[in-house]
Nanobody, 117 residues
Framework: QVQLVESGGGLVQPGGSLRLSCAAS????????MAWYRQPQGKVRELVAK???????ELVNSIKGRFTISRDNAANMIYLQMNNLKPEDTAVYYC???????????WGQGTRVTVSS
């Protein structure tokens, strides 16, 4: 079963921090690269950070130095620590594995992050 549950979003002022969590089923998590995506309102969903099964990490330039991705292989969890948040980070954040991203039924509900004063 493919299941993803994101949590941890909310309303935060510019410069603030949030930590997003994602609980994944073993079918999607085990041995796979996992990633965080975000979708601002009216825009396409984009991949912003990914971590391989052996913990190699990549982040897009717009979040480097501010966001950190991590994974807990024992718990089938991934996290996104977001610091120094900016209004342009406002979006619904989703987790998934790039290997499953083409499956519409693989996506969870996402968690909304709003950065505003």
């Amino acid at each position: 079963q493919v299941q993803l549950v994101e949590s941890g979003g909310g309303l935060v002022q510019p410069g603030g921090s949030l930590r997003l969590s994602c609980a994944a089923s073993g079918a999607i998590f085990s041995g796979n690269t996992m990633a965080w995506y975000r979708q601002p309102q009216g825009k396409v969903r984009e991949l912003v950070a990914k971590v391989t099964a052996d913990d190699t990490k990549e982040l897009v330039n717009s979040i480097k130095g501010r966001f950190t991705i991590s994974r807990d292989n024992a718990a089938n969890m991934i996290y996104l620590q977001m610091n120094n948040l900016k209004p342009e980070d406002t979006a619904v954040y989703y987790c998934n594995s790039p290997q499953f991203a083409g499956r519409r039924d693989s996506w969870g509900q996402g968690t909304r992050v709003t950065v505003s004063s």
